[in-house]
Nanobody
Framework: QVQLVESGGGLVQPGGSLRLSCAAS????????MGWYRQAPGKQRELVAG???????NYADSVKGRFTISRDNTKNTVYLQMNSLKSEDTAVYYC????????????????WGQGTQVTVSS
């Protein structure tokens, strides 16, 4: 069974930064793609940023230019660097992994971490 463990969430003021980490229990190359998703209360889970095994990235329009997804293959870890945080970024952030070639819909992802809370507030 694959395990994904997120860390790095917390409380930050608007304009601040956080870096989330997602450690996988197996090589990230076992997955066609990995991604960061978020879910705010009363809203659906949405893609924040994704990265394929080939290194292609995909970002939600709302985070382009502020967030960066990256991968450390030696540590089986995917990161999400979040800068210029806004109150609307407040949500639970989930790391997901997809085995096959498919869309970025969260329904196509096979494994999920437990989530980490990010709160942006003054």
């Amino acid at each position: 069974q694959v395990q994904l463990v997120e860390s790095g969430g917390g409380l930050v003021q608007p304009g601040g930064s956080l870096r989330l980490s997602c450690a996988a229990s197996r090589s990230v190359f076992n997955f066609n793609a990995m991604g960061w998703y978020r879910q705010a209360p009363g809203k659906q889970r949405e893609l924040v940023a994704g990265i394929t095994s080939g290194g292609r990235t995909n970002y939600a329009d709302s985070v382009k230019g502020r967030f960066t997804i990256s991968r450390d293959n030696t540590k089986n870890t995917v990161y999400l660097q979040m800068n210029s945080l806004k109150s609307e970024d407040t949500a639970v952030y989930y790391c997901g992994a997809r085995l096959g070639i498919s869309s970025w819909s969260h329904r196509q992802f096979d494994y999920w971490g437990q989530g980490t809370q990010v709160t942006v507030s003054s």
